[in-house]
């Protein structure tokens, strides 16, 4: 392989490892995660999301408590990421949609950009400081959720902000029997 794929190459794997990390933040976000929410950023990173700036440990605490005070669910979802390497440090801006139901039933919906530099020690890519550029937001109309009738909609587990949620499990197996919706 010639030096420039080979530089190619490392570079697209530092990129993959970055979205990695960007999105383990939005995971351990939604799922209560601490630990996983914890492994996107260095231990003496800074975070500035709306009224909160501090550490990443206080940062999930505050945040926590406060969609579990206010969301019965949340998506922090990633669209666009831009990514610049120079060296062991990295810039991104990634384009996010946030969405939570509300426990009044009501459904939130936000948008803006995650602004970060990331650093790599010891071979990983982690967040050094992340900064929250909240563009815009409003109320969705609530409408019911989708199939909540079928009865064993929740047989391969139910959502869940926590570890039994459904994406935790190993290996991931169906127990719900066949059924084709359009042959009933």
């Not at 190993?170 to 066949?178: G, I, K, S, T």
Request: proline residues 6%; aromatic residues 10%; contains cysteine.
């Amino acid at each position: 392989m010639d030096a420039e794929r080979a530089a190619r190459l490392d570079a697209l794997l530092d990129r993959q490892d970055i979205v990695d990390c960007l999105t383990r933040f939005s995971r351990g976000m939604d799922r209560f995660d601490r630990e996983v929410f914890l492994s996107a950023f260095h231990d003496d990173a800074t975070m500035a999301a709306g009224p909160f700036v501090g550490s990443p440990a206080d940062c999930y605490a505050w945040a926590s408590a406060m969609h579990e005070l206010g969301q019965v669910a949340t998506h922090h979802n990633l669209l666009n990421v831009t990514v610049e390497i120079d060296g062991d440090t990295a810039h991104t801006e990634t384009y996010y949609l946030f969405v939570g139901r509300n426990r009044d039933e009501s459904n939130w919906i936000a948008g803006g950009r995650y602004i970060d530099r990331l650093e790599k020690r010891d071979g990983a890519w982690k967040i050094a400081l992340r900064t929250n550029a909240i563009e815009w937001s409003g109320m969705v109309p609530t409408m019911p959720i989708p199939f909540a009738d079928v009865p064993d909609i929740f047989g391969n587990g139910a959502p869940a902000r926590s570890t039994d949620d459904p994406s935790y499990q190993r290996p991931l197996v169906n127990r719900r029997a066949p059924h084709d919706p359009s042959k009933a």
